[in-house]
């Protein structure tokens, strides 16, 4: 009894587990949502370009990924248009240009509401 016992909470424990993982699209969004939120506070332009290279891997791992077949496409547009805006923002940040680091950094963040506004992301 005493066995049965200890194996269906190890099973209970098992399952708790596997279920509490995230995804490798959920890991990498979350840490695109990190670094966003990072970016968008930081003045040190240093520390600015590290959230940007950690933004950058996230986001090329987020590509790499598939979703429901009837949603790829307008997952796809949104990662091309988020690539496109980090693109500026990195030459912003090359430049130090502050005006254009707030322009791209707003261009990540509307195209980040509207894919998910189209995707049903919360």
Do not use: W, Y
């Not at 098992?14 to 279920?19: A, F, K, L, P």
């Not at 966003?36 to 332009?45: P, V």
């Not at 990540?108 to 509207?114: I, Y």
């Amino acid at each position: 009894m005493h066995k049965r016992t200890l194996l269906v909470i190890a099973l209970v424990f098992t399952v708790i587990t596997g279920c509490s993982r995230h995804s490798e699209l959920h890991e990498a969004m979350e840490t695109m949502g990190d670094s966003f939120k990072a970016m968008r506070n930081e003045t040190d332009k240093a520390k600015l370009q590290e959230e940007l290279a950690a933004f950058k891997g996230a986001l090329d791992i987020a590509i790499q990924q598939k979703i429901m077949p009837e949603d790829q496409s307008v997952f796809d547009e949104g990662m091309k248009k988020t690539q496109e805006a980090l693109a500026q923002l990195e030459a912003a940040v090359a430049s130090g240009n502050d005006a254009a680091i707030a322009e791209a950094l707003k261009k990540v963040g509307g195209f980040r509401k509207e894919f998910h506004e189209k995707l049903g992301v919360k």
